[in-house]
């Protein structure tokens, strides 16, 4: 219990920091909605935290990782009504994303929608397209190949059958 308070004291100190640029707004209420997420709360918070830093998110990267976290939260809260909305939005991101890493992590969150939906030949096609790429990303890799960590800060990653994706707030002197 007492990491959860120390935790959610950094995520208030960094919220008052950061609180006055989109992209620190964005990066605070995704990060902390992914927190909640692997804490075990799925409420309606966590969806309005994401639909926050959704409105916040300048970059691809971080409009895709909100996307990403709102995967998660519909497989908790069996929300499939918004998968295609979602796939729909993830699909038009990756085509102007970069990042191999949130292409795997897309995928692999969209084929463990759908397989709890029901909608089995989507999963396979997500997923198969997840493990084409699962090496840019060690936390699916594991889930893939079905490694288990040793390592203690990355094992609360893979203990929910989703990826969280966490987004870092960098300021750069030129």
Known sequence: MES?????????????LLENSNQGISCIYNNWAGYLLLSGEFDCTVWDYLNIADQHS?????????????????YENNAFVRLDLLKNQALELINKEPSKLMHCTAYYNLSIAYRKAGMIDQAD?????????KGECSCIKAR????????RHLIPRIKKPYHICYLSFWLFDF
């Open 4 to 16: 959860t308070k120390k935790a959610i004291e950094n995520i208030k100190q960094a919220k008052r």
């Open 125 to 133: 096609m997500y997923y198969q397209q997840a493990v084409n790429l």
């Open 58 to 74: 300048v970059s691809t990267y971080d409009k895709l990782s909100v996307i990403i976290n709102k995967l998660a939260w519909c």
């Open 144 to 151: 893939i190949d079905g490694i288990t960590f040793k390592t």
